[in-house]
């Protein structure tokens, strides 16, 4: 197999011709590699790689799932594994080795996926970009100098470009769908509960954060829906899951879907015109499918949400921090974490508890607001993002003088529409349906009621087909540098 014929397969096809034998797992790892040589100088996605995984893989060790011997990345932040390093894109963690599995990368590698190394995040996974002072920028394979969003920018970045064909990713503001957006990928934050957090942690962020994947294609997001949607002892939560899983979803194309769409803000900061353009053509291809497809607004104050969200997010941050220190002998501070995550950390360590217990009031009562338009509709159709990806440096954490509130405000005006998938715990997808004059992808996101991902499957299988985006190669991809 030679590198540009690896580069434009995805997942479940590169499975397909390992389990033929026309070509090894050893010989996929190695190529993973060269591409990670070739790509990372200009898109910076990979911060480390495990030779024992490429160069001394033991293919017996592989599980025997559908994606046996295709490599993937795991995002440095809580997918971790056992005797690997995980740093969380910061200096205070730096060199800090994992004692456990995650219930995650269990499932991961029952899949058959060869974690061959690991993908940048910003630090702590907190910022809009993936910018960070202890490996530096991502870029957005569509443009050098551009961001692949945050905090799966790594990530996505690296499937994007042909490096992996698919990768971890993590999501508690829109950190899954915000990269899939800015790289031209399919992101998709399921449901919470559908995937195990386990076992240290019963939810991640309080339930606010879920772990996935970024893909190429529907196929791999279905695929990897049936791998991951497996209750682990112990988990607080067990949601109902189709009979026949989610695989099968990618051909319903029957079900007529009361579908909601809009472009309209939710703070103060703009919706860029093509990107508005793009929700509206969406709308209409899914209307020539049969749905019933009608303009409407979600009532969701994402300014308000920002602020609030400081009293969820960050309480007991600082005892985080602590404890990595600990285990790194570093005590934190600025010569350690950057500008914004030091002012958070000073915030959570004076924090009122009161306010944690505000927080959560908050969250009960938008939940049931969001809860009360899934009654209505089947499915919202909005931008994933307001923007198309911006230049490094504006959203980053390394931002002098911002409170934690202030930067928080800042950081999702772009991503403004992604969060109220996570206060709801529903599932949401970004898919790549068209390009900007400016020559970024643009994300288009598709939203619907609890543990129903079966109808973003199957929707997200139908656009994949009527508005297909797998002939759009960015220009930092592996085959064309």
Known sequence: MKLHEYACLDATGLAALIRRREVTAREVAELAREAIALANPKINAVVETYDDRIGGLDETGLGDGPFRGVPMLIKDVRGYEKGRKVEFGSRLAQGYVCDDDTHLAEMFRAAGLNILGRSNAPEYSIATSTENLLYGNTSTPWREGYSAGGSSGGSAAAVAAGVVPIAHGSDIGGSIRIPASWCGGIGLKPSRGRVSAGPHIDEGGFGL?????????????????????????????????????????????????????????????????????????????????????????????????????????????????????????????????????????????????????????????????IGRFFSRYDVLLSPATAQVSQPHGRYGLNLPGLSAEEYMVLADEPVQFAFPYNVAGTPAISLPLAMHSSGLPIGVQLGAGPAREHLLIALGAALEEAMPWADRVPPLHVTKL
Request: charged fraction near 25%; glycine fraction near 4%.
């Open 209 to 369: 954060a879920m772990n996935f994947v970024q893909t190429r294609t529907m196929r791999d997001t279905a695929a990897m829906l049936d791998c991951l949607s497996m209750p682990q002892p112990g988990d607080p939560f067990h949601i109902p899951t189709p009979d026949d899983g989610f695989m099968p979803w990618l051909k319903r194309r029957s079900e007529k879907l009361r579908v909601a769409w809009t472009a309209a803000p939710t703070m103060d900061a703009p919706v860029d015109t093509e990107v508005a353009a793009a929700v509206e053509a969406t709308a209409n291809q899914l209307a020539d499918m049969g749905h019933v497809v009608e303009q409407a607004d979600l009532v969701f104050d994402q300014e308000a949400a920002s602020e609030m969200m400081c009293s969820i997010w960050f309480f007991g941050f600082h005892k985080t921090l602590d404890k990595i220190g600990n285990k790194t002998g570093r005590v934190p501070g600025p010569d350690n974490l950057e500008p914004v995550t030091w002012e958070i950390y000073q915030r959570a360590r004076d924090m009122d508890p009161y306010e944690f217990l505000d927080g959560l009031a908050w969250l009960n009562q938008a939940r049931r607001e």
